[in-house]
């Protein structure tokens, strides 16, 4: 009989530890469902805020690769008209420089009393060299102002077609 009311004892004690449990469960707040509803709601707008950031990241990244692309290419054209012009800059500098010299020859002969015709034809061939070097760098300057135009007309037609589409 020992064993029953050993075992008696024992049950009796599992069941008031049982019923304490449940008392302390039953002290215990009930989770909110409410709290657990709009946090998850509030967890689902940031996730949607951020991928509406992660979209605007990305067109504003395609956005400045098309504007890098686009100054690459205006870098290109500056420097490719930046070289023509140093061109004809160095084809005035010659023949203005070979028209120095002729000239000097032309100014030591007239000095001596003696002209000679191959220093005349030289003196003419340095001199329609200087005009013609002359009438390139005009040229290539007025190409440059030309060229500059038109990029700001296409520019001024491209601001204008994208505000009427605005609009």
Do not use: F, W, Y
Request: no cysteine.
């Amino acid at each position: 009989m020992s064993d029953i009311s050993d075992l008696e004892t024992r049950i009796t004690t599992a069941l008031e530890r049982i019923n304490a449990g449940l008392d302390n469960l039953a002290d215990r707040p009930v989770a909110d469902t409410g709290a657990i509803d709009q946090l998850t709601r509030q967890l689902e707008d940031e996730r949607t805020a951020n991928a509406q950031l992660n979209e605007r990241l990305s067109t504003l990244k395609a956005q400045v690769t098309d504007k890098v692309a686009t100054v690459e290419v205006e870098v290109a054209r500056l420097q490719e008209q930046l070289a023509r012009s140093e061109a004809s800059a160095d084809t005035l500098r010659q023949a203005n420089q070979d028209l120095r010299n002729s000239n000097d020859a032309l100014r030591e002969a007239a000095k001596s009393g003696v002209v000679q015709a191959a220093l005349i034809n030289d003196g003419m061939t340095a001199e329609l060299a200087a005009l013609n070097a002359t009438q390139q760098a005009d040229r290539a300057e007025l190409d440059a102002v030309l060229t500059e135009l038109n990029a700001m007309t296409e520019q001024q037609t491209a601001t204008a077609s994208e505000e009427d589409t605005h609009a």
